[in-house]
């Protein structure tokens, strides 16, 4: 079976940068995946990871080590609009489907 | 990006009713798509994979009878809630991969938020 573990809240001031890590555990690994939440709402796609090292798309930022099994979202400028709930997810089996992790509650406070 | 929708958006229905989702790929072909249950403040569990023109593949605990899943077209995904109880209030949300995506982008519905009472 496939498990994740990442820090269940952060809270962070607006303008900083927060970093949240994300352990994994998984046969048939393809890749790892962040999405946001907002309440209410349906997660959206934020990046993928399939190699190791860094992705970088605008403020957002996402790493992968394939060998420790970890990877983290580094979000950077944060804005009073980034809080919501960030989830890493692993791609694995054939189907690539996708399991999620207990998803990290973002606060930024002014 | 591509979209998926469902419907309804929300349903309150009495105990012991069925309760019917849709899932649809709106502009892309779906051959799998995922049904996703999540309870207030917790994670995204994945109950089931929806393959098109086969059975759908359950995960350990989701009972295959009592949520019916019906994969009849390249864009269309349905979900059948029987004999709804109480506990099986929740948010539901299905997803698709786009193949053509270079991300492995799984792509949401907005869910389907079901009350029984």
């Known amino acids: 079976g496939q498990s994740l573990e990442q820090p269940s809240e952060v809270t962070a001031v607006e303008g900083a940068i927060v970093q949240i890590n994300c352990t994994y555990q998984?046969?048939?690994?393809?890749?790892l995946s962040w999405y946001q939440q907002h309440d209410g709402g349906a997660p959206t796609f934020l990046s993928y990871?399939?190699?190791?090292g860094l992705e970088e798309t605008g403020r957002f930022s996402s790493f992968l080590s394939r060998s420790d099994s970890y990877g983290y979202l580094l979000l950077q400028e944060l804005q009073m609009k980034d809080s919501a709930s960030y989830f890493c997810?692993?791609?694995?089996?054939?189907?690539?489907?996708?399991?999620f992790g207990i998803g990290t509650k973002l606060q930024v406070i002014p | 990006g591509a979209v998926v929708s469902q419907h309804p958006s929300r349903v309150i229905c009495k105990s012991g009713t069925s309760v019917k989702i849709e899932c649809r790929s709106l502009?892309?072909?779906?051959?799998?798509m995922f049904w996703y249950r999540q309870f207030p403040k917790q994670s995204l569990m994945l109950m089931a994979t929806?393959?098109?023109?086969?059975?759908?593949?359950?995960e350990q605990g989701v009972e295959k009878d009592k949520f019916l899943i019906n994969h009849a077209s390249l864009t269309l995904s349905t979900l059948t809630v029987t004999s709804a109880h109480p506990e099986d209030s929740s948010f539901y949300i299905c997803s698709a991969p786009d193949r053509a995506s270079s991300y492995n982008e799984q792509f949401f519905g907005p869910g389907t938020r079901l009350t029984v009472l």
């Open positions: 990871n399939a190699l190791d």
């Open positions: 997810a692993v791609h694995s089996g054939g189907y690539q489907k996708v399991t």
């Open positions: 502009d892309f072909q779906a051959t799998t």
């Open positions: 998984t046969s048939g690994f393809y890749g």
């Open positions: 929806s393959n098109e023109g086969s059975k759908a593949t359950y």
